[in-house]
Structures are given as C-alpha cells and as structure tokens.
C-alpha cells in the first residue's frame, strides 16, 4: 500500500482537532466510556517486525508474521487500554508485504486502530499508531518536516474517553499521543518537539504521550527534558535504574509522559524479547478531578 504522508487510518465517532484526510477501519460502533478504575498503557518500538534480527529484509515473510505474533501474545497478556507503536509498517517489501498494524488488529484483543504513515518509498510504507480494544472518539496524524538523509518520523493521535469508577458526572476524554524522533540529530529531535508543541498545545484535557523518543533524561541539555517542559507533562522517576529500553548500554529511549492531571501508580519495562526495543508498560489514575 503506497500512501501519502498525511494519510491517517482512524476508527472515530467525534473526531477532535482533525487535521488530516482520514480512512474509516473495522471496529466496534457506537460510544463507549471506560470505567476502568486506571488506565494501563504500553509503548513499543515494533522494529518493523523483525524481533532482534539484524534487518527485516533478510527474513521470510513467514518468519515475520511469528514474530508479530509473539509480539501481539505480549500485547494481549498486557490487557491496556491504550498501546502507542513505533516503526509499524503498512505493505512494505522490506518487511514481508502485508500490514503489520492490521495483523495485530486481527490476532489481538485491539481491534480499534489508528496508522499514520511517515515514511514512504519503493521498498517501505511505516510510522506510528494506536491500538486499542475500545473504539476511539477522534484522532489525527501529523508528520514531521522531512528530516534527511534520515526517514520522516511523526506522531499519532486518538482519544478515548475515561469515568474511573464511574463516579464522574460527565467522563474526562483522554488524548493518547503515539511519537517516534529523529534518532540522529538533537536539533532535528528539538525543530520535531517544537512541532508537536504547537499541534497539542491547543488541546485540552489530560494527554498521554508515547514512543521512541531517541534520548534520555540524563543527557545535558535533554530533548526529553525540553519536551516535558514546552508541554508540561510529567515523567516517572527519570533516573531511576532497571528501566533501560533499549541496547547493551542500557540506553532508556522509550518513554510514557503524562499530564499533571494523571498519576502514574505503576511503571514496568517487559523483558520479553519481540522487538529490539523493550516494551513500557504504565498505570495511570486520575489526579485532579475536573
């Protein structure tokens, strides 16, 4: 599938700050409400499904799709609400031709997503979405300014709405933010958060943010850190030991950032090996009644 790169791929019923053309996806009608008395969420850089092969364009297609199966067996034990994906690819020659985002969908219990495509050429179509078990209420797709020689990277947007325990008078609907950065340069990483700053500036209401971030907390002058601030979202513990994401240097690069209206009770990296970047998984309860 060749796409452009604003094509946004969506399941929405009262889509919120649409930015972009969007294509309507299966998935279960009609509003629904979480009551849920948290929101589990989980970040995973997907490596094009490849597991921790060297690259995708040496591995039959078959291999593959067992790889995302392994990958979708750790999703679903993780039972979220809402899981953000990096580097997932639409039908792409380097990784098997078939659409790594609907597979999930299909062999999962998250049957709601949204695809934004970044990157598109002869061999590859990829970017990040948001899988869900429960149907989106909006959402959108926003694609970086072009970065090369490295590939576009962008982010994804859905939102769902949330009445923990249902003792809200109206439910709080929560905004989820699926992100992959530059992984070359701090100033292509800091012109992309300058982006997102001003397309999620404007939306109110608690925000989830999620991905690939291609830094840490203790870098000096962290692109992290500049994002936390410009958006002012929280992050858990940030040099905490034992929440390394990513390589044999411990790097932590994957990261779950939220609102000061949330508060995150429980942070986990999986050890499960499905991709070369570790699962994130968070929980997160309201802060701040509205």
């Not at 970044?118 to 970065?147: C, E, W």
């Not at 002012?232 to 932590?252: C, I, Q, W």
Request: glycine share 6%.
């Amino acid at each position: 599938m060749r796409t452009s790169v604003s094509l946004t791929i969506i399941v929405c019923t009262a889509c919120f700050a649409l930015a972009t053309p969007i294509a309507w996806a299966n998935c279960p009608d009609g509003p629904v409400i979480v009551e849920r008395d948290f929101l589990r969420v989980v970040t995973l850089n997907m490596a094009h499904g490849r597991k921790d092969a060297r690259n995708q364009m040496f591995l039959k297609e078959q291999t593959i799709r067992q790889n995302l199966q392994e990958l979708g067996e750790l999703l679903d034990r993780a039972d979220a609400d809402m899981i953000a994906l990096q580097e997932a690819d639409a039908p792409s020659k380097w990784s098997g031709k078939f659409d790594h985002v609907k597979f999930l969908s299909e062999n999962t219990i998250y049957g709601c997503t949204i695809h934004g495509i970044h990157a598109s050429n002869r061999i590859y179509d990829f970017g990040t979405a948001l899988i869900s078990k429960h149907p989106f209420n909006g959402g959108f797709v926003h694609s970086f300014k072009p970065s090369k020689p490295t590939t576009t990277k962008g982010f994804t947007v859905a939102a769902i709405d949330w009445n923990p325990g249902n003792t809200l008078a109206e439910p709080v609907r929560v905004k989820f933010v699926s992100v992959h950065l530059d992984f070359s340069r701090r100033s292509v990483r800091r012109s992309q958060i300058d982006e997102m700053t001003r397309a999620l500036s404007a939306i109110d209401g608690p925000m989830v943010l999620m991905g690939d971030f291609n830094t840490d907390w203790q870098t000096e002058e962290s692109s992290l850190k500049y994002l936390a601030e410009n958006l002012n979202l929280m992050v858990f513990e940030p040099h905490a030991e034992g929440l390394s994401t990513y390589g044999d240097k411990g790097a932590r690069l994957d990261w779950i950032l939220a609102s000061p209206e949330l508060e995150f009770t429980k942070y986990a990296v999986y050890p499960d090996i499905v991709s070369d970047h570790y699962a994130v998984a968070a929980e997160l309860t309201l802060n701040v009644r509205p």
